[in-house]
């Protein structure tokens, strides 16, 4: 039984903001203050979803209200930046979804406006909190692996459905997939190795995006060195169809260490190793599918949302910031400004000369991910 204080959320954005609110509602430490989105018939459809709850179209309603306590936001990538920027100013504790931004450019005011609210930042990089993703990561911190040799992640997801107008003509212009579909296994290497040094990457625009009207690669292959020497591999295809799945899963990380290798797979609840003096194995879970697909299918996998909410209020009541927080989520951006630096260059790039252009100066995180039973 948590002995957790209950934090009151407000939703901002209702379509992959469905699994916010389901998480809310079945996490103990939770409830729902408030949802809201322009569109006045995605919150009527909510609440016939999800049971009655106050709701809004106007964004500063939400941020006026008392008795909220964290804004949960889930607005295209662009509109992160402003609308976390309001949330600090309004005094509430903020979770943004992944890409924490899709450029830097706003990073020290974002830093500048938590630091002067003395509220937490953390950012629902939800592949971090999958069943698959946190046993390799508790095989990882009991030392299973050895010392690290090589960390290769990817996420290929066939996103056609995302360029064809979803966000309307002019965000989809500047759709990013750097950040859209990159912050995922990006930020899936930086857990392992906090530090990268240096980033090189090739790109290229899918005839599909190219003909969507985006701008920037969609197709990327990137080769990363962290500053102990750690070598890594980033890879992310979003324009074509995704391989078969009983071949392939949509999201890897792969470890590679002195004493065993390991592959934890998304969305397929799996996860293989291979260590020194052991049978090697696959680990499945699959009586927590309707834990986290709990919409049928994979769409909208609400229960790695419900494990970071969760992991956010216990955070919150030990003292901790929550993981990743902004700092560290600013510290991936930068990696993935380096990426695509490199991609127009054709150069590596440097991630430290990227914090200093930007002027975004962070500490590296003290506390790591953990969750109650
Ligand atoms: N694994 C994940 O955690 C995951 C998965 C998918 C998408 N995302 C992220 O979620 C975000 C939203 O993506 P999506 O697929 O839900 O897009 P979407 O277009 O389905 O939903 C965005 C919603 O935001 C609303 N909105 C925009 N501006 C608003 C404003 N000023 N006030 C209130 N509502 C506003 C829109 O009306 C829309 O309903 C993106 O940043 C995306 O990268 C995260």
New binding site residues.
């Given amino acids: 039984m948590s002995t957790t204080p209950i934090l009151r959320l407000g939703g ?6 469905r699994s916010v609110i389901s998480a809310a509602l079945s996490a103990p430490e939770w409830e729902i203050g408030m949802i ?4 006045e018939g ?1 919150c009527r459809e909510r609440c016939r979803e999800f049971g009655e709850m106050p709701w809004t ?1 106007n ?1 500063a309603e939400m941020l006026g209200r008392d008795d909220i306590d964290v804004i949960a936001i ?4 662009p ?2 930046a402003p ?1 976390m920027l309001q949330a600090l100013e309004a005094g509430k504790h903020v979770i943004c ?3 924490l931004l899709d450029d830097l450019t706003p990073g020290p005011a974002l830093l500048q406006a938590q630091r002067a609210s003395g509220k937490r930042v953390m950012v ?1 990089q ?2 971090r909190f999958v069943e698959s993703m946190m046993r390799q990561r508790a095989d990882f911190e009991a030392g299973r692996f050895g010392k690290l040799v090589s960390v290769e992640a990817k996420y290929i997801h066939d996103h056609r459905n ?1 360029m064809n107008g ?2 309307g003509p002019e965000l989809t212009k500047t759709m990013n997939w750097v950040y ?1 579909g990159l912050s ?1 296994p990006v930020d899936l290497v930086r857990w392992y190795l906090p530090e990268i040094e240096e980033v090189f990457a090739y790109g290229l625009l899918s005839p599909f995006a190219a003909k969507a009207g985006l701008q920037k690669a969609d197709s990327l292959h990137a080769v990363l060195k962290s500053a102990d020497g750690v070598i890594a591999q980033v890879t992310g295809i979003y324009g074509v169809p995704e391989h078969h799945p009983d071949r392939d899963a949509l999201k890897t990380c792969t470890l590679r260490g002195t004493c065993g290798t390991s592959t934890s797979d998304y969305p397929q609840l799996r996860y293989s190793r291979n260590l020194d003096g052991h049978q090697p194995e696959w680990i499945a879970f699959p009586e927590l599918n309707d834990y986290y697909y709990r919409f049928g299918g994979y769409m909208h ?1 609400a229960g ?2 419900e494990n970071y909410l969760r992991h956010f209020a216990q955070a919150l009541a030990r003292g901790e910031s929550p993981q990743p927080d902004l700092e560290d989520g600013l510290r991936t951006v930068a990696v993935m400004k380096a990426l695509e630096r490199s991609v127009e260059s054709g150069t590596p790039v440097r991630v430290a000369e990227i914090l200093r252009e930007y002027n975004v100066f962070c500490t590296y995180p003290t506390n790591d991910f953990t969750l109650d039973p």
């Fill in positions: 901002l954005g209702l379509g992959e903001g809201c989105d322009l569109d995605l179209r964004y889930y607005t295209p990538d509109l992160h609308h979804t992944k890409p629902g939800s592949t995302y979803k966000w859209l995922h996998h790695e949302f």
